[in-house]
């Protein structure tokens, strides 16, 4: 609603929210990119100068050895022996430049010794912390380490311009903060679940409250070619893009994942609050619950103050403001055979009946259309054929009903249901007492000539239960 | 009313009501006052307000006069549809002035009836408080969705509801939150799903039934939170274990009843559990559920002084058992011990002399009982209404000597297969005048000597079973005639000796409602014409294997038994023409089975089912008539509600 009166508040060290915005996803992108799986794809890429590999391959040792665990440390140890590899062609590499000579301009020969130098900080500092992590007390120690910050800070400046995007890298040292790996893990598992931190209880003021405007949180697009304007959602695809703009930007520096990085200064950690006035997650709500994540901001804000603009083609009822959530319902959209009298359909029978113990009133439906025509369709038909019969033979047999005194109370009731045009209740008794319309009730011919003497006696026993009329009347009820 | 008699003037409604009071409300003296003139015919109209229709055709007129009806039994009602009951419900404002009062709806074996059907008469019924749908198979889902439109309900019983699922039960159990007691008895579909939201939906349940379904612990553990159940019977759920057993044990406070017969899975250790938490048990059945009582189990059974009814069937005993229970169950009043290994003479004294109220005691196959313990019975426990000690071959003259002597009130006696009772055992039996129900089949020692004292002294019997006593023939027969004017039930199946002179003595016993006359070959058409003609009231014939019968008797059958409504042809010779007439006359039959008539062609089973599709509710023939009976034969009794067994 009020979207303009919410408070911005912003943070002293930030510039701007934009680019903060820019740098967080695309952080995030590439943290959720990053699991055990692949280790080896980042190991391969390590040759670039990756800061954050430090914090991805710490957190998995980390999170696998909460103690000495000798299968994680063969892992370490073979990671280990990989990146000195590495580190030996990196030496290879600088040895064959120097002795290749000054060929190329020595701006471009600077910058490759620049990138070569930040590789080799990043490698040297992966394997002091792996080698530390190879010993369980050591490893805390090291996690928290400032050194590393330091480290890191010393080596940074001299790869802020590899993007070609100088003035969003620029600030880069101090808007990432040195995340810790409580918080890493957390972030990873919190993808699409906004409600994941109820349990989080930070107490306020641990964290810094970040508001994004509602028209930075619905841009399609978070990262845009600044030659031809073009916006996309992903930084790598923007990097592949720019690969297009020239030779510049297919240089191995150039392609590479932007850096994570750290400042020296310990951060706070970052939360983030809904614009939107009044919802819990605005920071203004008496019971403030902060959103983990950017991509948590997103899909709140589209799943809870958005049109669901997004339709099941499937079943066309379904909507959804998300366009995974739409994904995701059509995958099992039509399968969902358990339905509440609410509307609410489910896969599962359990959950069906969870809802119903839960919620007042609500009672499982029953899809009625297709039973209620297989239920009603022959009986129908039946007692349909049956009335005409009835009605063809209702005088004859309510005649000899009443001649012979069937049922004394009886005969004004009989009367006047032959004056009804309602004959078809009676239709059973035209039926029992003449066995000739009962068998005329089915519709087929063979039994009219086949049997005559059949018939014959049968019209026989019409005249014969006729008789016994009267005393079954006195046995009528118990 | 003018040329009224002068008696009646003086008799105002107020006076006839009155006495109308004291006749017992399910009883044939009712029937003769109703029948004895048209204003007690009217009295016992407007103030009746129970009915029980037998046939739809005076159904909409009965329902019309009576006007203070609160409970309607359509159980036994052939043709009973969704049709019927629309048209019922449909007329003017005048005629549906019954269903203003009418709380109890018994529909069971209504097998016509739909969701249609149901809709009306729960539209029709605001007060409706119980149903009976028990045996309507095809009573589904949609069906109890739309019962569970009549909020008040309080007791719905739906046994053998086989298209019931979850589904359904939780519409009811959503819909009807004052629900106390329900039956679910072999409603296979239901689950443990069903149950747990029955709980959470129908917290005021007292009386619930789950036996034989296939639920597990999951149920026990909801069931434990009702607090007001009082009566559990979950015979035959072969998935219950001893943890199920011990939620009841911490829940259910008020529980009184418990029945866990057949629940193959619960062991002596489950009960302790239960017993454990619930010391004001008063009833308990466990037949069938362990081979052996443990110790631990038996010392628990002393903590259950209120007990007042144990059946541990089927499970050995020590004489430990007679002894605990004799000492600390003082109210116990019936102890079903049939087919248990280790019941002894001395433990049953034991028992018996500390438990004079001890009215039921079933000792079936109990064989190693003699004289001794049955004595001891009779002379204990004054007030016994109910023996069985079928099986038991020590029982001899000598117990029934003490029986008659000591036991007065004695009602119901099992003495089936018993060699020891002859003559001279029946002569003591007959001074328990008290008697309704006498179970003798296969005791071959007894002829019209001892039938005779019985005939004669226990002229209230109602029930009497001779199966295979070969020394039965006519003079016995003619003897129970003469003597036992209140027999409804009569097994004479193999007594080869009964010829049509015994059915001709049999014909006076104008009561006899439910006749079995298995292989009698010496009946012929002469004897059932008499039978049909004399006993009016004959609902359950079973004539299997009279094969000597011809078309003749079949005829009379036709032409007198109007009220049968189930009927054992098997193994008859019975033509076509006597089939098609009698299934076609008999209009309130709705169970028949027809395997094996030799003399029927497929064209006569045909014609015959043709007959009479829309009343049967069961049907039982010959497999092979499956692919020779035309399908629209076959979908018109399916489209009824009609089981075919096809044997």
Redesign the interface.
């Known amino acids: 609603m009020d979207l303009k009166e919410t408070p911005k508040k912003v943070p002293p060290d930030h510039q701007s929210f934009n680019n903060f915005n820019l740098q967080q996803y695309q952080q995030k992108w590439e943290e959720e990119d990053s699991s055990i799986q692949d280790y080896n794809m980042n190991i391969e890429q390590s040759q670039f100068p990756e800061f954050n590999q430090r914090s991805e391959a710490n957190p998995n040792n980390q999170t696998k050895i909460p103690e000495w665990d000798p299968k994680a440390m063969l892992s370490n140890l073979s990671f280990l022996e990989q990146k000195i590899h590495q580190l030996q062609e990196l030496v290879h590499l600088i040895v064959d430049r120097r002795g290749q000579g000054p060929s190329r301009a020595d701006e471009l020969v600077a910058q490759q010794q620049q990138l070569v130098t930040a590789d080799l900080t990043s490698i040297i500092v992966q394997l002091i912390s792996t080698a530390g992590s190879l010993l369980p007390s050591v490893k805390q120690t090291l996690s928290g380490n400032p050194s590393f910050g330091q480290l890191s800070g010393v080596v940074f400046p001299s790869g802020p311009n590899f993007n070609g995007n100088g003035n969003k890298v620029s600030d880069q040292s101090n808007h990432v903060d040195l995340k810790t790996e409580q918080n890493w893990t957390e972030e990873h598992e919190s993808k699409d679940e906004e409600d994941g931190d109820e349990g989080e209880n930070l107490p306020p003021g641990s964290y810094e409250i970040l508001q994004l405007e509602k028209e930075e949180i619905l841009a399609p697009h978070t990262h845009f070619c600044t030659i031809c304007g073009k916006g996309f959602k992903r930084d790598a695809n923007l990097r592949m893009h720019m690969r297009g703009h020239g030779d510049e930007y297919k240089t191995a520096a150039a392609l590479a994942k932007p850096n994570k990085e750290s400042s020296s200064e310990p951060m706070l950690i970052k939360r983030y609050s809904c614009p939107y006035a009044g919802c819990k997650r605005n920071k203004d709500h008496k019971k403030f619950q902060p959103l983990k994540t950017i991509l948590c901001v997103k899909n709140h804000y589209k799943r809870t103050h958005c049109d669901k603009s997004y339709t099941c083609s499937r079943c066309n009822t379904k909507k959804f403001s998300v366009i995974a959530d739409l994904k995701t319902h059509e995958k099992h959209c039509g399968r969902d055979k358990w339905l509440c009298s609410c509307g609410t359909t489910f896969s599962r029978?359990?959950k069906l009946?969870g809802h119903?113990?839960l919620f007042q009133?609500?009672?499982?439906a029953?899809p009625?259309d297709e039973?209620?025509g297989l239920?009603?369709g022959?009986?129908d038909k039946?007692?349909t054929d049956?009335i005409a019969n009835a009605v063809g033979f209702a005088g004859v047999n309510f005649g000899s009903n009443i001649s012979n005194g069937t049922?004394v109370?009886?005969v004004g009731?009989v009367k006047r249901?032959v004056d009804d045009d309602?004959a078809?209740?009676?239709s059973?008794?035209s039926?029992?007492s003449s066995?000739l319309g009962?068998?005329q009730?089915?519709p087929?011919p063979p039994?009219d000539d086949?049997?005559t003497s059949?018939s014959y006696?049968?019209s026989g026993?019409f005249n014969?239960?006729r008789k016994?009329g009267g005393?079954?009347?006195?046995?009528?009820?118990? | 009313m003018e040329s009224l008699p002068p008696i009646l003037s003086l008799l105002t409604d107020d006076l006839l009501l009155h006495i109308l009071s004291f006749l017992p409300s399910s009883s044939s003296d009712r029937k003769s006052f109703r029948s004895a003139c048209r204003s007690f015919l009217r009295v016992d109209s407007l103030h009746r307000t129970n009915l029980k229709i037998l046939r739809p055709e005076f159904l909409p007129s009965l329902l019309r006069k009576h006007t203070k009806l609160e409970t309607l039994d359509l159980s036994v009602c052939p043709r009973i549809d969704d049709n019927t009951v629309t048209i019922l419900l449909s007329r003017g404002v005048g005629s549906t002035e019954w269903t203003r009062g009418i709380k109890t709806l018994v529909l069971s074996r209504a097998v016509g009836l739909r969701w249609a059907g149901f809709e009306c008469l729960v539209r029709g019924c605001p007060g409706l408080e119980a149903v009976d749908v028990s045996y309507c198979c095809g009573f589904g889902d949609r069906e109890a969705a739309v019962l569970s439109g009549a909020v008040g309900l309080r007791e719905v019983r739906m046994d053998k509801c086989l298209e019931l699922s979850d589904v359904g039960l939780a519409k009811i159990a959503v819909g009807c939150g004052k629900m106390e007691r329900l039956s679910l008895k072999w409603c296979l579909e239901i689950t443990d799903l069903g149950i747990g939201l029955l709980c959470k939906k129908c917290p005021q349940l007292k009386h619930l039934d789950i036996s034989f379904l296939k639920v597990a612990s999951d149920s026990l553990q909801a069931i434990g939170t009702l607090q007001n159940l009082e009566v559990l019977v979950m015979a035959g759920c072969g998935l219950l274990d001893d943890d199920g057993l011990g939620f009841l044990g911490t829940g259910c406070p008020s529980l009184q009843v418990l029945d866990v017969s057949r629940c193959d899975k619960v062991s002596s250790f489950g009960l302790v559990y239960v017993i454990r938490g619930h010391s004001g048990l008063r009833q308990l059945y466990a037949g069938y559920c362990f081979f052996e009582l443990s110790t631990t189990l038996l010392h628990r059974l002393k903590e259950l002084t209120n007990l007042n009814r144990i059946r541990v069937d089927g499970a050995g005993v020590s004489e430990s058992i007679f002894q605990i229970i004799g000492t600390n169950c003082k109210f116990l009043v019936e102890i079903g011990l049939s087919k248990c290994k280790g019941v002894t003479d001395k433990g049953l004294i034991e028992l018996v002399s500390g438990c004079p109220n001890m009215k039921i005691l079933n000792l079936t196959c109990c064989d190693s009982i003699t004289d001794a313990a049955v004595s001891a019975v009779a002379e204990s426990c004054r007030s016994l209404l109910s023996l069985k000690v079928e099986s038991c071959n020590l029982v001899t003259e000598k117990s029934l000597h003490c029986l008659g002597s000591s036991s007065l009130l004695l009602e119901d006696l099992d003495l089936t297969d018993c060699s020891g009772v002859n003559d001279a055992g029946l002569q003591y039996l007959s001074k328990c005048s008290e008697l309704l129900c006498l179970k003798l089949g296969l005791c071959t020692n007894i002829s019209v000597k001892g039938l005779s004292y019985i005939a004669s002294n226990c002229t209230k019997i109602r029930e009497l079973d001779l199966y295979r006593c070969t020394g039965i023939g006519n003079d016995e027969v003619a003897a129970l005639s003469s003597g036992c004017k209140k027999l409804k039930k009569l097994n004479l199946s193999y007594c080869n000796e009964v010829t049509d002179r015994g059915l001709q003595y049999l014909s006076q016993v104008k009561e006899l409602s439910d006749l079995e006359l298995r292989g009698l070959v010496n009946i012929t058409g002469v004897g059932l014409t008499a039978l049909a003609a004399g006993c009016k009231r004959l609902s359950e014939l079973d004539l299997k294997h009279c094969e000597n019968i011809n078309d003749s008797g079949f005829w009379s059958l036709a032409y007198y038994s109007w009220n049968l409504q189930q009927i054992n042809l098997s193994h008859c010779g019975i033509s076509d023409v006597g089939l098609c007439m009698l299934m076609g006359n008999l209009t309130r039959l709705q169970d028949a089975k027809l395997v094996n008539l030799r003399n029927v062609s497929v064209q006569g089973y045909e014609l015959a089912l043709r007959a009479c599709c829309v009343r049967l509710k069961k049907v039982k023939l010959l497999a092979s008539l499956g692919f020779l009976l035309s399908p629209e034969i076959l979908d018109a009794l399916r489209a009824r509600g009609c089981r075919i067994r096809w044997d």
Not at chain 1, 361 to 364: D, I
Not at chain 1, 471 to 478: A, I, P, Q, T, V
């Open positions: 029978k359990d009946f119903i113990a009133g609500h009672t499982p029953i009625l039973t209620k239920l009603v022959p009986s039946m007692e049956e049922g109370q009886n009731d249901s309602s078809s209740f009676f059973p008794l039926f029992d066995n009962g068998f009730e089915f087929r039994f086949s049997d059949f006696l049968l026993s014969y239960a016994n005393e079954c009347g006195s046995n009528d009820l118990e």
